[in-house]
């Protein structure tokens, strides 16, 4: 293998480990928000893992940036990425909002947030934003509120390759254009909300970091161990987070900094946990879909069994969510995205259409 290779491979590695941490850390801050709500009432929610969030933005830029650019710069580049696209966030989405919707519908006292009603349920299955009852910007299936900003994201994307333009350059002004409105005008409503965030720009950062390792351009050691414990710092200083919120509202510094630095470091040090990790990490999207419905069930059975020590709850809820969200990723997701690739196949299509 030379050189060029083991990089690569190790950025993907990288990557997918990163990706097994960032939905870590959304599970076990929601885990804890369960345990207060249904175990031991007054448990203190952990909210530090809100920067998973943000980490999955920026990887999710720098894939686009490093997949889209092996597209042809047309309406069948934008064709097949947004197939692409729709193949892998979708079907999961659907089963997980029709397993919520069952839910809601059969045990209505199981549901203690966003409630579903017609037109609500209808706009989730779409990712069209909308507000909650709750004034919240959440689908029927709460977490798929970050599906929101990532449909959003993919088809400014796909609309740069129909036009011909370059993604990065596109995007950057598309995105961040509309975040400069959003400064100054004071609007609430769910659209608003997503299409003009700040949280959008954390796209683009992966983007940029995406072109940055396309020109093979990497941080030396010393700088991207730097850079690592400084994105370390920020996203674990309560501090730091409430100043970057003031000043930046939903942006992260420190997710953008933690994306570079990973990809910047290679160790050939313990293969096999390495390997291990990166394959939990190709399960995140399950494990992000399922646990706000497994979560919570689990904290309630482990109360009705008299397990009342809130951590040990918590620590056997996340092992449990991990190990259940790999077999369903394996058993279910592939599945899914496997048949919705074939489905959205464009040489399956009708002639009329493809004319």
Partial sequence: MNTNTQQHAARDENLQILRFVAAALVLITHITFYIGERVQHGFPLW??????????FVISGFVMQLSGSRLSRDAAGARQFLRRRVARVFPMYWLMTTLKLAVAIAVPATVLHNRPDLLSTLASYVLFPMLNAEGEVRPLHGVGWTLLHE???YYVFALALWLRQLPLLFCSIVIGG??????????????????????????????ALGTLYQRNWQLPLPAALAALAAALWMLSSADFRALQHAL????????VLLVGAVLSLHTAAAPRLRAGLA???????SLYMIHPILAPALCVVMAKLHLRSPYLVLALVAVLCVVIAHVVYRLVEQRLNRGAARLLSWERWPAFVRR
């Fill in 47 to 56: 909210n530090g893992g809100e920067a998973g969030v943000p980490i999955f």
């Fill in 151 to 153: 449909m959003f994201f």
């Fill in 178 to 207: 509309l975040w400069l409105i959003g400064l100054g005008v004071d609007e609430q409503s769910a659209f608003w909300r997503v299409c003009f965030s700040s949280l959008n720009l954390l796209f683009l950062c992966g983007m």
């Fill in 248 to 255: 930046l509202a939903s942006f992260n510094i420190g997710a």
């Fill in 279 to 285: 394959a939990l990490g190709d399960s995140s999207y």
